[in-house]
């Protein structure tokens, strides 16, 4: 493996790295990276990232933010318009954190892969999967990335290791945790990774799965995104945990608690777990704590050209959440937080981050465009793939 896979830079010791550490180690100029790991310690790893990673992930959090806001925009100004959402806004950190610290480049025997949730279009970007080609899919496009049928609920493009998303909640943990076990099995060092809501707590196939990933020491990640909510409840009807970690640490598993909505802090998590899984050290849960700026499905309650959803949601009995509970994590905007960090590490300065927002919104823009340019697919489709094809053989079981 690669350094820059490793995320180590390749040139020793960054400028990031070297402030990092001799502050933290009472500025002993000549411990090393690799010692202040040792300690067991995260939090190293992202700073010592060279800088067109960096910029790449504050660029993966914009194409995931513009590419929400355009569709939000589009679902609530287009009454044409036919796609929907679970929107993602508010969680970018998570999914650019985890992606960025997997290999999700080469053949499929070597890349890394990532099992998603009913909320994949996050995930799905930050894994590598076409923005024109997954927006012509949720646009029910033949030319989609699926062939149009399978749009924003099914989509999946296993050449960059992105297994789909899901419309149940749970089974694909499972199935993650079986594509683990094919690599443990077939000596391969690639991860699979799954993410899950804080809901996910009340399936079987979360106990299931982390209870058999820790038995057979998989190379398995279990990313939980706790945004508060499971559809309209509150997570609290549904975990007597606090930290959903907690019942990971249960199963024997290592967890950590980490800031959803910093993104460097994402990934040192990741790396960690991804570090950890590919030397055989096995599972990892991340507990990453964040929200979701639109309610749970479309974008009711939202306007045009505004970021976030406040108020009743007419899907919902109630308003289930508060207004200012909304502002208030908006205030910890993953995208400023991003930014913002960059720029104080000098990574790049206010116009250099602004020209990346603009090649991203024109990016985005083109994408729509292309999307709604392509021809839709037909009703028929909708069969395709349901029953077998061809000559089936009377026993398939010897
Ligand atoms: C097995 C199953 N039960 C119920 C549903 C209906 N459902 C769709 S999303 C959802 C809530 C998921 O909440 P969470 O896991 O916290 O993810 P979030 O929507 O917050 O991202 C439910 C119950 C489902 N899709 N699958
Ligand atoms: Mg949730």
Redesign the pocket.
Known sequence: MSAEEHGEGGDGLTRRGFLQVSGLAGAITGLSVSAARAEGQIGYFATDLPDDRLKAMLRTILRIRWHERTMADRMLGDPQYRAYN?FYAGQEAVATGVCAALRNDGPFDRIDLVYS???PSGHALAKGVDMKLMQAEMDFRATGLNGGYAAEMHIADPAVGFMGAD????PGHVIATGSAFAFRARGSDQVAVVF?????YA?PHFHSALNNARLLDLPFIYVL?N?L???YAH?SYSSPHTDIADAARAYGIPARVVDGQDVFAVYNAAKEAVDRARAGGGPSFIEAKTY?YYN?WGAPGAEVGKLGAFGYDPLAITSFRPEREVRAWMQRDPVDIARRTLIDWGVLDAPAADAIEAEVKAEVAEAFAWAAEQPLCMPEDGLKHVFAEGEVLPRQIA
């Open positions: 679970h949730t009913h909320r419309g149940m909640i749970g899950g809501g804080d809901g996910t399936t995104e945004n909510y499971h559809q997570y979701r749970h």
